[in-house]
């Protein structure tokens, strides 16, 4: 078994270090019914989390936070989500937290 020391616990500290954004994501009608987020994670395990969802059979408005170990593999999680038509803006203000 390894020795756990200051100096290995201070790599592991650095080596998970992540990305995170907050994000909307607009789906169009045809999308609303598809488990494309989850088919995201599928894909890039970019970590996900719901923080507020309005969605219908007309649209769908989700702002989610997304955590993925580098930025480029949050922008190929981007990517693919405007692939299955998903609009994606950035959230700059945090009107979700208080």
Known sequence: MAKVTKKTVKKKATRSKTVSRKVYLTFPRLQTKEAIICDMYDRYKVRFNVRSASVDDQMGLIALELEAPDMATLLKAFKYFEKR???????????IEP
């Open 85 to 95: 038509g998903v609009k994606v803006e950035p959230i700059e203000i945090s009107i």
